[in-house]
């Protein structure tokens, strides 16, 4: 089994900055491209940014220049730079990641429990 778990969502002012980590752990044996979704309420959840096991990164226009993804291959993390926050970045954030279980021929996408970002005007 594989679990994705997130850590760092909190309430921020706008303008002020938070970090988001995932830690992929379980039956690993490799990890194709991670990412981050949101959802605000009433929403569809849409992507934010995204990295493949390359670092090449992708950013949704929304959030670029303000947000940067990172990931630690050894550690099977992945991380989400968060500045310059606005009220509208207000929603869950979900990790996900495309791994590649120990036996596997094929990657599965696993998607973590999300975790509450909130910025206040």
């Known amino acids: 089994q594989v679990q994705l778990v997130e850590s760092g969502g909190g309430l921020v002012q706008a303008g002020g900055s938070l970090r988001l980590s995932c830690a992929a752990s379980?039956?690993?044996?490799?990890?194709?491209?991670m990412g981050w979704y949101r959802q605000a309420p009433g929403k569809q959840r849409t992507l934010v940014a995204q990295?493949?096991?390359?670092?090449?990164?992708f950013y949704a226009d929304s959030v670029k220049g303000r947000f940067t993804i990172s990931r630690d291959n050894a550690k099977n993390t992945v991380d989400l730079q968060m500045n310059s926050l606005k009220p509208e970045d207000t929603a869950v954030y979900y990790c996900?990641?495309?791994?590649?279980?120990?036996?596997?021929?094929?990657?599965?996408?696993?998607w973590g429990q999300g975790t509450q970002v909130t910025v206040s005007s």
């Open positions: 379980g039956s690993i044996s490799s990890i194709n491209a």
């Open positions: 996900n990641a495309d791994v590649v279980r120990l036996g596997w021929g094929i990657p599965v996408n696993y």
């Open positions: 990295i493949t096991s390359g670092v090449r990164t």
